[in-house]
């Protein structure tokens, strides 16, 4: 049904909403408060609730601000996504510390393993990456580790002494924030005696060993790096270079190193919303949902992904509904997104599809057409062939798969044709059972370490829903380009990507005992989002109002919500 359209005011008839906004953040700042304090009470660590003040203030404050801006100043939305994507990724930064996120041990070391590279130190040594001494903390946070010492003069970690070492922020406690507090930026811990020497037969590396100052000196780390395309660490890389030159502790280095990487993202989904013809809205929206703005504050390559996603969806559509041709320089960076990006999860790879939105005239006929094409195309098979023909590969070749975490055989692609009826009996199930995990997770359920104590409760995740819904219907005197053909033509690339998501984790996760398939989160779906929800305007339902902003207000405001939450969690965790 069609609605009569009316136009916004000039912005003071927000105030009222603006203030009770306000209200409601207080109180639950200081329901919120009692947590923290009990937690404060209980471990001795009295200088939390001072902590948890500075962060409710800070993220309050900050809600209020960016209202502000968005309801009465009425200031441009890139601005303001910029302002709220650095504040709120600081905060969810330092109320989810460093290693905390899903896997995030092994993306910082894949880091690491960069930042060597920068540095002129060796990558990798006997398939270690080799560490600063100071940095095993990271890993080691309880200093558990007994350190033993090869012929070359560096260290490396006793299997009895790795059994019980203790990643920092693998679980979130409150012994996690006093270990932060405890420690700081700046100050080194003492060198660590080896407890004896082993004699391996490798020789000196000599880039490893050049310098015997204490912050020089290297060991060998446990944790296993991701096999993938070193684009996706480049940034935080460069964040751990500059602490180690710095000299910050390891502290100093993960949190710089974090902090790299949510600079890329804010650059680059500050760039896309810039691009977008329209939707701006849409993607600020997806861009500050708290599973995104709390990866995005981490060392994971999910940055990647989403930052390069983001700008791949919004080339797209600009240079399908806006531009008047496609320059050289959009195919290059589409090349570059493509062979930074697909590597990473080989099914985002669909989402180039939508270049298919722009017509043939705008690149100047066919055969620029194919040139631009085959250019984008073969970016992406060629880090493939590269980075991951081998895993590729085996799981092709109809050996059979073997699961590790589960202890037994797991599902081949040859199973998809030989037996249809169990595979497609497994993906219903899926849907039925674990589409509302999805959907929980895309959002911000199971934050950190996929805690589920660090959550977003569902009366706040339907508020977030809402929100995303009033953002993806059609503004009154908005133009729709997403319609028709178009609008299928996303809809199936969409599809296409959840499918081969699924796919990949039944091929390489999947036991045949499952009932299930096992290893699919929400995250997952967050790069296709914006694109999906844009092609839902429609002009069946329009606003009689834009409520974007105010959309786009109680969606920061929940993001403030939800850092003093996980704040007096953790605290509560003695």
Same mark, same amino acid.
């Given at each position: ?10 912005g ?26 009990? =937690? ?15 962060v ?13 801006? &968005?309801?009465? $100043? ?17 905060l969810?930064?330092?109320?989810? #510390? ?12 894949s ?50 002494? $790795? ?23 700046? =100050?080194?811990e003492e ?5 004896n ?27 296993n790096?991701?096999?993938? /395309? ?16 710095? =000299? ?11 902090? $790299?990487?949510?600079?890329?993202? /804010? ?8 691009? &977008? ?26 940055? &990647? ?17 806006? +531009? ?15 062979? $930074? ?30 040139? +631009? ?19 590729? =590969? ?12 589960a ?14 009826l ?7 199930? /899926? ?25 977003? #409760? ?8 809402? *929100? ?7 503004? #009154? ?13 996303v ?5 296409? *990507?959840?499918?081969?998501?699924? &796919? ?13 398939? /096992? ?20 002009d ?10 105010? *959309? ?10 939800v ?7 953790? *605290?509560?965790?003695?």
């Amino acid at each position: 049904m069609k609605m009569r359209t009316r136009m916004n005011g000039s912005g003071k008839e927000n105030l009222p909403f603006l203030i009770a906004v306000f209200l409601v953040l207080l109180i639950l700042a200081g329901l919120h408060f009692m947590d923290a304090q009990a =937690g404060a009470l209980a471990g001795g660590d009295l200088w939390l609730t001072g902590r948890y003040l500075a962060v409710a203030a800070l993220a309050i404050l900050a809600a209020v601000l960016l209202g502000y801006l &968005l309801l009465c $100043a009425k200031a441009r939305l890139e601005t303001i996504f910029v302002l709220a994507a650095l504040v709120f990724g600081a905060l969810y930064l330092y109320v989810l #510390p460093p290693l905390s996120a899903p896997d995030e041990i092994s993306h910082y070391i894949s880091a690491y393993r960069l930042s060597n590279q920068m540095m002129g130190v060796s990558a990798e040594w006997t398939h270690q990456i080799p560490v600063r001494e100071e940095d095993w903390f990271a890993e080691d946070s309880q200093g558990t580790y007994k350190a033993r010492l090869r012929p070359d003069g560096l260290m490396y970690v006793d299997e009895e002494g $790795a059994a019980d070492a203790q990643v920092l922020g693998q679980t979130l406690t409150e012994e996690t924030y006093r270990q932060i507090h405890e420690k700081g930026l700046w =100050g080194f811990e003492e060198k660590r005696e080896p407890i004896n020497v082993a004699d391996d037969g490798m020789a000196v590396d000599e880039s490893i060993t050049s310098s015997n100052s204490l912050r020089d000196n290297f060991v060998l780390s446990t944790a296993n790096p991701v096999r993938t /395309t070193a684009a996706a660490y480049f940034f935080p890389a460069l964040g751990i270079t500059l602490a180690r030159l710095l =000299g910050l502790n390891s502290l100093g280095l993960l949190y710089l190193g974090r902090i $790299a990487n949510l600079l890329f993202y /804010t650059v680059s989904a500050s760039y896309a919303m810039r691009r &977008l013809p329209y939707g701006k809205e849409v993607l600020f929206g997806v861009g500050l949902l708290p599973m995104t703005i709390h990866l995005t504050a981490s060392f994971s390559y999910d940055v &990647l992904l989403l930052s390069g996603m983001f700008v791949l969806t919004a080339v797209c559509l600009d240079l399908a509904a806006h +531009a008047e041709r496609v320059r050289m320089r959009d195919v290059v960076l589409m090349v570059i997104i493509m062979a $930074a990006a697909g590597p990473c999860k080989i099914v985002y790879v669909s989402l180039a599809g939508l270049c298919l939105l722009v017509p043939v005239k705008k690149f100047g006929g066919w055969k620029r057409w194919g040139f +631009a094409a085959a250019a984008v195309l073969g970016a992406w098979v060629l880090a493939m062939l590269l980075l991951n023909g081998a895993t590729v =590969g085996y799981y092709s070749s109809g050996e059979a798969n073997y699961v590790d975490w589960a202890g037994e055989p797991g599902y081949m692609l040859g199973m998809l044709i030989s037996q249809p009826l169990r595979c497609c009996k497994l993906l219903y199930q /899926t849907l039925v059972w674990q589409t509302g995990y999805y959907y929980q997770t895309m959002l911000g359920g199971y934050l950190g370490n996929l805690d589920e104590l660090l959550d977003v #409760p569902w009366p706040a995740l339907v508020l977030l829903t809402v *929100c995303l819904f009033g953002l993806l219907l059609r503004k #009154p005197g908005e133009n729709l380009w997403l319609t028709g053909g178009r609008r299928i033509w996303v809809w199936c690339v969409c599809v296409l *990507c959840s499918g081969l998501l699924l &796919l990949s984790m039944l091929i390489s996760l999947t036991p045949l005992s499952a009932s299930v398939i /096992t290893g699919v989160q929400g995250r997952y779906f967050l790069p296709l989002l914006p694109v999906l929800l844009m092609s839902m305007k429609n002009d069946l339902v329009v606003l009689t109002k834009d409520v974007s902003r105010e *959309c786009l207000f109680l969606m920061v405001s929940v993001n403030a919500y939800v850092v003093m939450r996980v704040f007096a969690t953790v *605290c509560l965790r003695v």
